[in-house]
């Protein structure tokens, strides 16, 4: 498990203790797979409005891909010198019209145009077609294990 600020102490916003926040899944090179853990830390959150990506990261050029409830590509996240969240990649959420959209910044968009978003560059198109490629080819296997995990550790 990980921390959204890639820490493994203290506490987040959300009352949660950091190491706590996030389950890998799958890594595949410099790419992870993860979802977001309630505050029992058993399940991925049931709003998905609510999830959210990782704001820091303990190991260079880490890229997350966080899952929706469904077990969807919901955002990619980029980070920076400083392992701090630079960039993420919405995949499936549409931001004026414009999906799958990029924003720009560590907290979300401060560094975006008046319209809060930006088009994909072709480099972001070919990283969401090589994440969805890898979730596609391993899905079946990586979610069924996560969700019987989820399931069996509910029932107690």
Known sequence: ???????????????????????????????????????????????????????????KNRVYVTLSVEGDPKSISYYDKNNKRKKQIDINQSHHGISPHTHHGY?????DSPKGCAHLTSKEKAMVDRVTKIWEERKNDVWTRWKALTISAELG
């Open 1 to 59: 498990m990980m921390g959204g600020r890639g820490s493994s102490t203290g506490v987040s916003d959300h009352g949660i203790p950091y190491g706590r926040e996030y389950h890998s899944l799958l890594t595949v090179g410099n790419i992870k797979f993860i979802v977001q853990l309630d505050n029992r830390g058993l399940s991925s959150k049931a709003k998905k409005d609510s999830i959210t990506t990782p704001m820091e990261t303990m190991t």
């Open 107 to 111: 907290y979300h968009n401060e560094y």
